[in-house]
């Protein structure tokens, strides 16, 4: 099965600019996660969705990041302005569904979209 | 507030050492365990989880672990490791309905 796609795999912007990432989730899986994760440091969830609905974004900085998943299957993530901390490697993961029988928990990772904002 | 904690941020062994890579997390409840893994140039894909029954699970690539509910522990462990185990392991626990992640530790095998 095809895995979880992301573009573009490499972005380099200057403060204050704005970035938008792409993802496109394992097919039937109903949960997609954004993840941060900055050098040095382990994953941090930005945002879950659950089909289109928003199950968790408290760690989402609103002020400047949003995403949304329109139709329950691609998702965008979109940084505006962006600062110099933004820059990390942003992870889109997905599972067939985050709650409920535990096999179907497991996350699925795309090969993630590194920025550098300069 | 749940965390995870990895011990060592970098782990450097020769080949055939045995490997032992601790994970602690704080979180009261009941909790899925996974250990992920991250190759050079490749995506985080999955080593091995608990969600219950036994405490010792079996992973690929010849890697355990093992949950010890009284020390809060899922150490990740492999008898031999090779050149090819090189890559960085992260530990993250399932407090809830969020995936909490440890640090990750930095594994690097000398040939």
């Known amino acids: 099965e095809a895995g979880v796609a992301q573009s573009p795999r490499y972005k380099i912007i200057e403060k204050r600019q704005s970035v938008a990432f792409w993802c496109n989730p394992i097919?039937?899986?109903?949960?997609l996660y954004w993840y941060q994760q900055i050098l040095g440091q382990g994953p941090k969830l930005l945002i879950q969705?659950?089909?289109?609905?928003?199950?968790?974004d408290s760690q989402l900085p609103k002020d400047r990041f949003s995403a949304e998943r329109l139709k329950g299957v691609d998702s965008t993530l979109k940084i505006q302005p962006a600062k110099l901390e933004d820059s990390a490697v942003y992870l889109c993961a997905s599972s067939l569904d985050w709650q409920g029988p535990s096999t179907i928990y497991e996350q699925y990772f795309g090969p993630g979209t590194r920025l550098t904002v300069t | 507030a749940q965390s995870v904690s990895q011990h060592n941020h970098h782990v450097i062994l020769s080949e055939a050492a045995s490997l032992e890579l601790g994970c602690n997390y704080s979180y009261g409840g009941t909790v899925n365990l996974f250990w992920y893994v991250q190759y050079p140039g490749q995506h985080l894909q999955l080593l091995l989880k608990?969600?219950?029954?036994d405490p010792l699970v079996k992973g690929i690539k010849g890697f355990e672990a093992e949950f010890i509910k009284s020390k809060f522990s899922f150490n990740l462990r492999k008898p031999s490791v090779q050149w090819s185990d090189t890559a960085e392991y992260f530990c993250a626990v399932n407090a809830g309905y969020q995936l909490i992640w440890g640090a990750g530790t930095k594994l690097i095998i000398k040939p």
């Open positions: 097919s039937g899986h109903a949960t």
């Open positions: 969705f659950q089909n289109n609905g928003v199950v968790d």
């Open positions: 608990y969600f219950s029954g």
